[in-house]
Structures are given as C-alpha cells and as structure tokens.
C-alpha cells in the first residue's frame, strides 16, 4: 500500500507567506514602504536571496509592487493607471482602452440567501450590504452590475458616502474600511435579459447578456465580495490574458 511522503514548504514561500500575514494585520499599510530585503533577512534570520524570493512571489501576486531603485511599495488599488483594468475585463471592440463612468443606482440591506452565504463563507441569513451600480461607456450603459458585500466588514457604507468618494470601487473598500481586493474568480455565462435589467441596459427583454459572476478575495483567501456584472456586448467584449 502506498504512503505518503511529508511534504515541506520552500523556505521563501514560508517567509512569503509570514509577509503576507503582515500585510493582512495592516503592519504596512497600501501605498506603504516595506523594510529593505536586508532589514527583512535580519528580521527573519534567513538570507537575502530568500527574501528577495518571498517579495518576488508576493508581487507576482500583485500584492506589493517594486520600484526600481526606491524599493518595495505594498500594492494599491488607489494608483488607478497601473490598477484600473487589472479587474476590469470589459474592452471596446475598436481596442481603445476607456475607463468606464460608475453611476451607483441604490444601496441596499438584505440577508444573506444559501448560494451567496456558500460562496463568502457566510451563513444563511447573515446581513449583507448589497449595491447596483451602471458602468457606461461613452455615455451608453453596458454592465449592470450587483454586488454583495458582508455587513460586518462594511459598517456604515451608505449610498450617500459611495457617492462622496472620487475613485474605483476597489480603491473606495480599501482606504475607506481596509479591505484589499487582491484577486477573484469568475464564471461566465451567456443568459437573457429580464426586462428589469433589459429596461436598464437599455436592450429588448430577452436580449443576450455576458452574465460575469465574480468571487473576490483578500489576504489568506477570504472571499469578502460577490458580484454579478450584467453585460450588453454590442459594441464592447471580455478580455482575458493568459500566460
């Protein structure tokens, strides 16, 4: 019968991983300087080659970012240029990268349903802070998109202070209740429009939408965002890079 062997973490990803739980208790805060990879070895008591390993494992997963010559900075979603499509994958046909207009529709209270308590790790009937908002290119909706969020790590958010900050989404969650979107999975699927959303989006009921639903999560994999994005792709389609 067969046994298995013991399996041992790397070094690095172990210090990797020790850094990670530093960013997740906010030791460094977005935008923030981390130590020198020489502080950091010292720190740890392993060499600089096994820290310069752990900060390159950690920016490969886009949680800090080097600068060359100035260091280790921890990533944020605040520096639009370099962030703003990381999530967004909706693009014109034409290939001009455009950043779409958010209008925030409503924000509302709701109890968290079996499927969504499944996917945040949440349970049924825990309280959410649920937000419909309107991406629109050039003036035109396209995405229609829902978003749940656990209540507990969103106190206070309110229709009126979403609207009050100049900035993503993302960037609005992080500087404003410290919770770091740090990477998600999605699913897509074609469907068609209901004529709720159809009135919205401006497309006849029944129409084809690119139905994108999202899971996002932050440090040590803790989904703390469910989304559906509703989108009409006449002139606009998903773009993802792989390799």
Sequence with gaps: MPTSSPSFR????????????????????????????????????????????????????????????????????????????????????????????????????????ADVARLLELKPGDPLVILRRMLEYSGDPVVLDEIALPAALFKGLTKSRVEAYHGSMYSFFETQFGVRMLKAQEKLKAIPADAASARILNVAPGHPLLAVERVTLTYGDRPVEWRRGLCATHHHHYLNQLG
């Design 10 to 113: 790397p070094l690095y990803l172990q210090i990797t991983r020790l850094l990670e739980k530093s960013l997740d208790a906010g030791e460094w805060r977005p935008g923030e300087a981390m130590p020198s990879e020489i502080e950091l070895a010292r720190r740890y008591g392993v060499s600089q080659g096994t820290v310069r390993k752990a900060v390159a494992a950690l920016a490969a997963d886009n949680l800090v970012v080097r600068r060359q010559g100035k260091g280790t900075y921890v990533a944020t979603h605040t520096e639009e240029r370099t962030s703003m499509f990381r999530f967004l994958r909706i693009r014109r046909d034409d290939g001009r990268d455009e950043y779409p207009a958010s209008r925030l529709l409503d924000v509302r209270r709701f109890k968290a349903t």
